[in-house]
């Protein structure tokens, strides 16, 4: 489980709160409610307390947290093609939900990306709708020898051909590398993700920011349903 440090703000006012992450979803408390959510559009609460916060409600009673602020601080691992030393910077992204956002007819939006290094200073300032642009976008503004080491460069991640949501709906197939191998199109890979391999645990969501010991960076011949295209 890893940390992240983060601003809240809304109509109520603005908090510090950590947030907790086990690469697929994502937990935190404030303001005595606990939520938890793989993406930031769907953080979903244990209680509706229309006093503290504004919801998106569902015919259930269950809601979604929405019209707030974030600005939240990620470790995140880069890599040194020249080098081969992998090494750990933080990135801030300022996220922001609900009525205010500005594309038009999203209900989420990733304002901007900023990374601070040794070797300089990156930010992507374009109002994005997906994880993947907008780190993609960062990655491209770095030199030529780094690398991003997360989910997302990773050879082993893939997006839904049925579509995706702002953050965390990447999926992890480091359990089906052999696999992998055999994948040429999004047909192929539909044949290896099944229910049961979803029940399973053998694949599952991941954090487009997240990593873990088995990253590998895809070279020119892999295939992978994403944008991703620096390669190794």
């Given at each position: 489980?890893?940390?992240?440090?983060?601003?809240?703000?809304?109509?109520?006012?603005?908090?510090?709160?950590?947030?907790?992450?086990?690469?697929?979803?994502?937990?935190?408390?404030?303001?005595?409610?606990?939520?938890?959510?793989?993406?930031?559009?769907?953080?979903?609460?244990?209680?509706?307390?229309?006093?503290?916060?504004?919801?998106?409600?569902?015919?259930?009673?269950?809601?979604?947290?929405?019209?707030?602020?974030?600005?939240?601080?990620?470790?995140?691992?880069?890599?040194?093609?020249?080098?081969k030393n992998t090494?750990?910077?933080?990135?801030?992204?300022?996220?922001?939900?609900?009525?205010?956002?500005?594309?038009?007819?999203?209900?989420?939006?990733?304002?901007?990306?900023?990374?601070?290094?040794?070797?300089?200073?990156f930010g992507v300032?374009?109002?994005?709708?997906?994880?993947?642009?907008?780190?993609?976008?960062?990655?491209?503004?770095?030199?030529?020898?780094?690398?991003?080491?997360?989910?997302?460069?990773?050879?082993?991640?893939?997006?839904?051909?049925?579509?995706?949501?702002?953050?965390?709906?990447?999926?992890?197939?480091?359990?089906?590398?052999?696999?992998?191998?055999?994948?040429?199109?999004?047909?192929?890979?539909?044949?290896?993700?099944?229910?049961?391999?979803?029940?399973?645990?053998?694949?599952?969501?991941?954090?487009?920011?997240?990593?873990?010991?088995?990253?590998?960076?895809?070279?020119?011949?892999?295939?992978?349903?994403?944008?991703?295209?620096?390669?190794?």
């Amino acid at each position: 489980m890893r940390e992240y440090l983060a601003t809240y703000q809304d109509k109520r006012g603005a908090e510090t709160i950590y947030i907790k992450s086990d690469g697929s979803d994502m937990f935190f408390t404030l303001r005595g409610i606990d939520f938890e959510g793989h993406d930031f559009e769907i953080l979903t609460a244990t209680e509706i307390d229309e006093t503290k916060f504004d919801y998106e409600l569902f015919a259930d009673g269950s809601g979604d947290l929405t019209n707030f602020r974030l600005t939240i601080q990620i470790p995140i691992l880069l890599f040194n093609a020249v080098t081969k030393n992998t090494f750990t910077e933080t990135l801030i992204a300022y996220i922001e939900v609900g009525e205010t956002t500005t594309i038009e007819e999203v209900d989420s939006e990733i304002n901007s990306l900023l990374i601070t290094t040794s070797f300089g200073e990156f930010g992507v300032k374009n109002k994005l709708e997906w994880m993947e642009d907008a780190l993609i976008a960062l990655q491209k503004q770095l030199p030529e020898n780094i690398y991003l080491k997360t989910c997302l460069s990773c050879k082993y991640s893939n997006y839904s051909p049925y579509g995706n949501g702002m953050f965390g709906n990447i999926y992890c197939f480091k359990n089906f590398k052999k696999e992998l191998k055999r994948v040429n199109d999004k047909h192929d890979l539909l044949d290896i993700w099944t229910k049961e391999a979803m029940d399973e645990g053998n694949i599952f969501s991941v954090q487009e920011t997240f990593d873990c010991p088995e990253h590998h960076i895809p070279n020119n011949g892999d295939w992978y349903y994403k944008s991703w295209t620096k390669t190794i």
